[in-house]
């Protein structure tokens, strides 16, 4: 049979227009697949050489858009860590919280946009209408509701308006009420995990060579948690699990992404629980003179999709020397995509991409 | 998970019948939150216009302009921020750096125009702009934009808690009012430099001082240079327009700590002290300073008094090569700063430090040498090519009230106190005066009496026609002289020197003042019939101002002075009085009475006489 090149992006159905891969087909059947990035580099890291420390935190966040939040955290702990400065207790939960919501509205996101590429519709609007709900309480935290601009270095921008944990209890305890529907509707639904099962399967050996962390390995029956093995923020003041799956396939990751959430929402009731009282912003230095002692930091923290590294330098000037993130969706959007698509239907790129929630800005930021 | 059947999934069609989640916006208004971060508000009354709102924002959206309808006053500049919303991404950097908190974001968000040109916008707020900030009942989010905007609908604001500045300074360390009242020595200990780099970082650098500087100094930039751990750097910008640190950097009035942006909501930057690190911190200004006198011009100046204005003018024209001569009837440099402040404020060698570096520069001064007695003032004029006149206010004044002649004078006290053989003072005195010199006064009083009364129950009272809200005196000054255990009786004046039979002073008869200014505002004290009252005390200093002593001017030329409404010596804006090639600043000319102040004057008259001297 007759091999032919296809364009699965930037323009296409199953593509917002941000990445592109460039598949060699047989039929049907995808023999060899060649991702291509770089519709959305914006050069955040070499921007943020030219900008003072204050002025690098409005910024971050919006290196991906889908988990703002760790962003901005992983550039505090950089920070922190370079100019010694510490954090009071209870913005470590508060932190924790925030990161948290975070991550239950990340994920939510993400199950839109899986559930939509696979036709869900239904199930998509639900999880966008669930996201938004958690927006709304961003916005009372913060002011804004996708860009929170919140963490920053020294604590937190603001503690928690009155009242806002009932507000934050509450809320999750109307999204989890759905959990059972979308049980039905999804997770168990056999349109679904008939589609979703024995695809875009992934060793774990094979994705701990190609750099996978997150969900995609977490499917692999690993339990790696950057929040369990490295703790920061208020993650090891309170009980909580790490939850895995064995198979490797495109429904064991959404599975681990489903209990992740559960269990967020857990740990946030946990977590309000133990937050303790007192001041949640250390003052940071004038931030127009402000200057790090020179040094070099590496810190991490567990995004939505796995572990996000920051490799911060100071020359012991006013901005960064050299600015570094290690994104998740950079393993798995390049060379794991590319591993788990060959042999794969055509009709399945979509649905192997989402599963590992790849998020095009955070490959070429 | 329960067992799948492909039926299970139908059960989500009863949602179908149920009343829909979603709110279909604008039918069912949706409020955002009380933080949300919307357009810019502005209060144009408070924004002092420094300009740190632009600074840190982070993709230049904030432009500061100049708005001519506003008045440029010191500590308020008449610029304010505009925004950029094409650039703008309402992180609010500008909200948390706003030192007055006069800029907040608002909860509006809506702004749809065909003209980008409206996208760049000048924010104000309802309470200065009820034209665009439309009440509930008339707002219309249909019409909703930047000029049709909601009233009382703040956002995100600034908190003082996560400001990004430092509201409070780094305390000096001081003896406590216990230990100092007991001798003269110094009370402020001064910054470390650990302490000064510290407080120097609390500069925004925003500017306001220096516009509030009578001397214009680079403010900003000596301070930078102190939190650069840079102090030789700082010294030379200190040196561009103020010769006199070790002084200014003690007992400055800083008009410029008045203006900072941070006095609104904390305390100012400790601009003063700062400078004080810095002359302190540098034992010999002459390695750092590296300055020399210009190329020699054959042109001769000649100054009258050594105080800060005769020695910044020296110093100014040193630099330009001119020849300066400076005559002083003291015995040392510093004028009237070396005769008034009293050491615990203001040690001699820190004078003398200020006053060797001039002299270091080829400045020839001639102490203990009175014009118009040791030398003739016309034979100045005929010697010199220039003549600049910093006398200051060297004669005491006097209540003039009943038997007043038996009375102490403020400046012959001080100056007294400053040689070998201080005042001999009584165990219970009175000082009149509500000024900074009557709190000199009183406090040196209250220090000899510890010393020359030891164990003793002392006394020292004071009695001025200003109430506490209108003492003329510093407020710290007041304060510290509470402190020290001063006895204050606000709104009383003098109206006899009661004496015993021996005619030794007894006391001061006081009444009750009903109003120290008239209408106008100008002095004219009122008093209430009836009320009286008697401080006792067996010396009695008065300290109610000083006036010029002119008494060196032949009285032929001093016809031809002209003087201005307030009895201040007319000069020109080159600081040339109306005799030719005599120029004067500081206290006989400026209403400010300080040494900046004498600075700033120095500095016009220097380049006025350097003018005067060239076209001649």
């Given amino acids: 049979m007759r091999e032919l090149e296809l364009y699965f992006g930037p323009q296409h159905m199953g593509m917002v227009g941000n990445f592109s891969i460039t598949l060699k087909v047989e039929g049907d059947r995808i023999l060899e697949a060649t991702a291509n990035p770089g519709y959305l580099h914006r050069g955040f890291e070499k921007l943020m050489e030219g900008r003072s420390w204050i002025k690098n935190f409005p910024m971050v966040c919006r290196i991906n858009l889908l988990d703002p939040d760790h962003m901005e955290m992983a550039y505090a702990m950089g920070v922190e860590k370079l100019a010694g400065i510490e954090v009071p207790e209870r913005a470590q939960f508060v932190r924790s919280i925030y990161l948290e919501l975070a991550r239950v509205s990340s994920h939510l996101f993400g199950l839109w946009a899986y559930a939509n590429m696979l036709g869900f519709d239904t199930v998509s609007n639900w999880a966008m209408y669930h996201r938004d709900l958690v927006l709304d309480l961003f916005e009372e935290l913060t002011g804004g509701r996708v860009y929170h601009i919140y963490v920053w270095p020294g604590g937190v921008r603001r503690d928690f308006p009155d009242g806002f944990t009932d507000r934050v209890v509450e809320t999750l305890h109307s999204i989890g009420g759905c959990v059972p529907d979308y049980d039905t509707t999804f997770f168990n639904n056999k349109l679904f995990s008939e589609r979703a099962r024995g695809v875009g399967v992934i060793s774990r050996e094979e994705a701990l060579a190609m750099g996978g962390v997150g969900q995609v390995i977490r499917a692999t029956g690993m339990k790696y948690d950057v929040r369990k093995v490295d703790p920061y923020a208020a993650y090891d003041r309170v009980p909580w699990e790490v939850h895995t799956r064995d198979d490797g396939d495109a429904y064991s990751r959404i599975c681990v992404v489903r209990d992740e959430m559960i269990e967020s929402v857990h740990m946030i009731f946990n977590l309000i629980d133990a937050m303790p009282e007192g001041d949640v912003y250390n003052r940071v230095p004038n931030p127009l003179k402000w200057k790090i002692p020179a040094g070099e930091a590496y810190v991490r923290c567990e995004s939505s999709r796995g572990e996000l590294g920051l490799y911060l330098v100071s020359d012991g000037g006013e901005e960064p020397y050299r600015v570094h993130f290690r994104t998740p969706s950079y393993a798995h959007g390049l060379a794991i995509l590319e591993k788990t698509l060959v042999g794969a239907n055509i009709a399945d790129v979509g649905n192997i991409m989402m599963s590992m929630y790849v998020v095009a800005p955070e490959i070429d930021r | 998970m329960a067992k799948s059947s492909l039926l299970n999934p139908l059960k989500v069609a009863r949602f179908l019948l149920g009343k829909p989640k979603t709110t279909c916006y604008p039918f069912t208004p949706k409020e955002p939150a009380l933080r949300y971060r919307g357009f810019h508000l502005n209060d144009w009354d408070t924004c002092t216009g420094c300009g740190n709102c632009a600074e840190i924002c982070p993709n230049d959206a904030i432009e500061m302009i100049e708005i001519a309808e506003l008045e440029s006053v010191p500590g308020m500049k008449n610029e304010r921020p505009r925004l950029d919303y094409g650039r703008c991404c309402f992180c609010g950097l500008c909200v948390d750096i706003c030192p007055p908190g006069s800029l907040r974001l608002s909860r509006d968000y809506f702004h749809i125009h065909f003209d980008t040109g409206t996208f760049v916008f000048t924010p104000r707020d309802d309470k200065t702009d009820e034209e665009k900030f439309v009440p509930d009942e008339t707002y219309s989010v249909l019409k909703a934009s930047l000029s049709h905007r909601k009233r009382n609908y703040e956002g995100f604001s600034s908190d003082l808690d996560y400001a990004l500045f430092e509201p409070e300074r780094v305390p000096m360390p001081e003896l406590p009012p216990r230990e100092r009242k007991l001798s003269f ?432």
């Avoid at chain 2, 930057?269 to 010999?284: E, G, P, T």
């Avoid at chain 2, 400046?411 to 165990?427: E, H, S, W």
């Avoid at chain 2, 209108?470 to 009786?489: D, K, L, Q, Y």
């Avoid at chain 2, 201040?568 to 206290?587: C, H, I, Y």
């Fill in chain 2, 185 to 616: 020595v110094e009370q402020v200990i001064g910054y470390s430099k650990e302490e000064a780099v510290h407080e120097a970082a609390r500069c925004l650098g925003c500017g306001l001082c220096e516009d509030a500087c009578p001397a214009h100094m680079k403010i900003s930039d000596y301070i930078l240079a102190v939190y650069n751990d840079e102090p030789e750097e700082s010294l030379r910008k200190i040196y561009e327009d103020n010769p006199i640190p070790a002084i200014c950097g003690r007992l400055c009035m800083k008009h410029c700590e008045d203006a900072c942006a941070l006095r609104l909501r904390g305390e100012p930057v400790a601009i003063r002290w700062l400078k004080r690190f810095v002359s302190d911190s540098i034992r010999d200004y002459k390695t750092v300073l590296e300055q020399a006198p210009g190329q020699p011009t054959g042109k001769k100046v000649g100054v009258v008094g050594a105080g800060p204005g005769g020695l910044s003018v020296a110093y100014f024209l040193r630099l330009m090569g001119h020849e300066v001569v400076v005559f002083d009837e003291l015995e040392g440099g510093g004028g009237m700063i070396r005769v008034g402040p009293p050491r615990y404020r203001l040690p001699l060698a820190s004078i003398d430090k200020d006053v060797d570096y001039i002299a270091s520069l080829g400045v020839d001064f001639r102490f203990n040498t009175r014009v118009g007695k040791d030398v003739s003032f016309e034979g100045l004029r005929q010697e010199f090519d220039a003549v600049y006149l910093g006398v200051g206010l060297t004669k005491s004044r006097s209540t003039g009230v009943e038997n007043s002649e038996k009375c102490g004078l403020a400046l012959d006290f001080l100056r007294r106190n400053k040689t070998d053989r201080p005042t001999a003072v009584t165990k219970e005195i009175v000082v009149i005066g509500g000024g900074n010199v009557a709190m000199d006064v009183a406090r040196e009083a209250l220090r000899l009496q510890q010393i020359q009364h030891p164990g003793e129950k002392t006394v020292t009272r004071m009695v001025s026609l200003e109430d506490w809200d209108e003492m003329p005196a510093t407020s710290e000054e007041v304060e510290e002289a509470r402190e020290e255990g001063i006895e204050f009786n606000p709104a009383w004046g003098p109206k006899k020197v009661l004496l015993d039979d021996g005619g030794n002073i007894k006391g001061l008869l006081c009444m009750k003042v009903k109003s120290v200014f008239d209408d106008e505002g100008r002095f004219a004290p009122t008093f209430r019939e009836g009320e009286e009252m008697v401080l006792e005390g067996t010396m009695v200093i008065e300290a109610i101002g000083q006036g010029p002593d002119f008494s060196f001017v032949p009285e032929g030329e001093f016809e031809k002075m002209e003087f201005t409404a307030m009895r201040k010596v007319s000069v020109d804006e080159d600081g040339m009085t109306s005799l030719p090639g005599v120029f004067a600043g500081g206290d006989i000319v400026n209403i400010n009475l300080d040494a900046v102040t004498a600075i700033a004057d120095a500095k016009i008259a220097s380049e006025g006489i350097h003018r005067w001297m060239q076209s001649k």
